[in-house]
């Protein structure tokens, strides 16, 4: 069973958007997912813990992050102590712009956008400044076709942005890869399948009809990141998402999803998750609601 609650949002058919600004003193809603996409912007929330599929991260004064569909996402009070911290929500259906319309040359960038957010998306404390006179507008706006106006505005500003970071694995967050070159694609497919395995550079080579050099030098060019760097964000994400929806311990969660060590799974988890691996369960249990 996974431990996030499926929330039913206030938004109505009838509606564009749901938007709430809100002044509170403590995080208190519980992990949860739900089919709108989701705009949160915090403010005072230093000390906070965001969790957003298998990230886990500790905030700073602001955090501007936008989540897709069916994503986990919480924010916790942790080592938070602000009296005032203020939030703004606005949640909205992926089918409300429609795709024909996001189809056109001057909103392919919100297509996007909403791609990404599948995996959860954080913007800079750069883009936050850029957009916080926005987000206080939109508050004020009238709630109608004016509103619906300053949201677009908004939602295409940030799709413009390219200083954000993805949060949740592809592997936790079940979001297809969406690689330009069919070569990294058949690759990425095969790593999928085959993650619980030992997986070799020279057999993704010749895969690709490439030697292991050039498609070592190759696949960083087009990702972004070693090949091995990338299978092991692969089988973290599976793991982690084992640790939040499973009973099996962590020693039966390390060799399903290929590490062959329980102590180097420990370190490569707790150095790219930023905690432990029964740490990330624990959060996860902490916030479980029964339903």
Not at 60 to 86: A, F, N
Request: net charge positive.
């Amino acid at each position: 069973m996974s431990p996030a609650i499926t929330e039913i949002t206030p938004l109505s058919d009838e509606d564009c958007f749901y938007l709430v600004d809100r002044f509170k003193s403590e995080f208190d809603y519980p992990l949860h997912r739900h089919e709108e996409i989701e705009l949160n912007f915090v403010e005072n929330c230093e000390g906070a813990r965001r969790i957003v599929g298998d990230s886990v991260e500790i905030l700073g004064k602001y955090d501007l992050v936008m989540v897709g569909t069916g994503l986990e996402h919480v924010w916790e009070q942790y080592k938070c102590r602000s009296p005032r911290i203020r939030e703004i929500t606005i949640q909205f259906s992926p089918k409300v712009f429609g795709d024909t319309f996001l189809a056109k040359n001057q909103l392919k960038s919100m297509s996007g956008l909403f791609d990404r957010a599948k995996s959860g998306v954080a913007f800079s404390l750069a883009t936050v400044v850029k957009m916080y006179k926005l987000f206080d507008e939109i508050t004020q706006a009238q709630p109608d076709f004016y509103r619906v106006l300053k949201l677009m505005e908004i939602l295409y500003l940030l799709s413009k942005e390219e200083d954000y970071q993805l949060l949740s694995s592809t592997s936790f967050a079940n979001t297809v890869a969406t690689a330009e070159s069919r070569r990294i694609h058949k690759v990425e497919e095969y790593i999928k399948e085959h993650y619980r395995r030992d997986v070799r550079l020279e057999d993704l080579a010749v895969l690709v009809c490439m030697t292991p050099s050039a498609f070592s030098r190759f696949f960083k060019l087009r990702t972004g990141r070693t090949v091995s760097d990338y299978i092991i964000d692969v089988r973290l994400g599976h793991a982690a998402r084992l640790l939040a929806g499973s009973m099996s311990s962590v020693l039966e969660i390390c060799f399903e999803c290929g590490f062959n060590n329980v102590s180097n799974f420990n370190r490569i988890f707790k150095r790219k998750k930023g905690c432990s691996p029964s740490a990330f369960r624990e959060y996860y249990r902490k916030n479980k609601i029964v339903i």
